[in-house]
């Protein structure tokens, strides 16, 4: 006869960030029984997809003195997958009577922020979060026993720091906040304007500029084609391409791909792969953003090294400190909001003790087989957790693991679909 399943358990619970990971780790943990506060830097739910027309001081992003602003939306910004596809699995981002709402199949950001509302609201989730208060440090509290830890935090308003000790964290901060940048030979010469994409808002400013943008991931192809309308010139270069590569694009008779820039100098030009030297007023760093966790003190044992947040299994538990940290989100080249569900039910679920995990010893096993295996595939260190194609396996794998049904075939089709037209019809696919 097998063993009566043990009674489940409840925790005290820190979730860093009320983000569109944060809020639905927030009602996964309350749902387990587990007691939540959420900690949350600005004045109301949504994470990224706040926009402002703020921008940082600082155009690169670079200076560690800046003040940061959180948000790398733009104001011309819609989402690259349907709304069918982009919500929830239990709570879809259907089409909303509204003064402001975009029915559009494709909605913009501010579309997409209501519906973080909405959810927060159906699910009471705004009662457990503490707005404007920020997390200064997250640190192991040995002192108090095994897998607590200590966080402290400063509320702005009433100038309050506060020292707490929860039984769980629950990292949820988002990673489009901190810039990667390309490294151009020259550069240190080049009297252009050199920016990142996380500090554009609208394509006014690149008025009858030449313009370079770097990269070739959903913000580069946005925001070439934003600045097309106004730009002089837009030059779209990207490492992927070979190169030879110079492609005029459709739709415009002033935007063109190329490959890699090769090098710029001091007369203001920048020179191709392909050969191709131009005169260049901008250039816009749409690279991508690193894994940043400035309050997260663990002795050195779970690092970001060339972006891989590591030792984790399953992109979500380090393996010494499971399952007491954890982290949602991690993942790119997915649809993230279904992904932070399952991830959030699993997470909830091995807390109370009614899903178990493997060994501290097993976890570590199968992190270093699967990097021996990237490696072996000549895949870079930084594309670790970039899953692309393989996000249903996993999607399925959390699934199987909390009980639920697996993502549903139509949602698989229609994102597979999806990419297929992006792919074809950039500039129409929406």
Known sequence: MAPALSPTRSHHVAVIGAGPAGLVAARELRREGHSVVVFEKQKQVGGTWIYTDEVESDPLSVDPTRSVVHSSVYRSLRINGTRECTGYRDFPFVVRSGVSRDPRRFPSHGEVLAYLKDFAKEF????MVR???EVVKVSPAAEEGIGKWRIESTEKEKKVRRDEIYDAVVV?????VEPRHAEIPGISSWPGKEMHSHNYRIPE????KVVVLIGNSSSAEDISRDIARVAKEVHVACRSNPADTFIKQTGYNNLWTH?????VHEDGSVVYQNGKTISVDIIMHCTGYKYHFPFLDTNGIVTVDDNRVGPLYKDVFPPAFAPWLSFIGIPWQVLPFPMFELQSKWIAGVLSG???????????????TFYSTLEVQGIPKRYTHRMGNTQFEYDNWLASQCGCSETEEWRKEMCLANGVRKEAHPETYR
Not at 205 to 208: E, G, M, S, T
Not at 354 to 368: A, F
Request: aromatic share 8%; net charge negative.
């Open 205 to 208: 400013p690149f008025r009858d």
């Open 259 to 263: 490959s890699m820039i090769e090098s």
């Open 131 to 133: 707005f404007e208060t």
């Open 124 to 127: 009471g989730i705004e009662e």
């Open 172 to 176: 949820c901060n988002g990673h489009y």
């Open 354 to 368: 009614r899903i178990p995990l493997p060994s501290k010893e097993d976890m570590m096993i199968e992190i270093k």
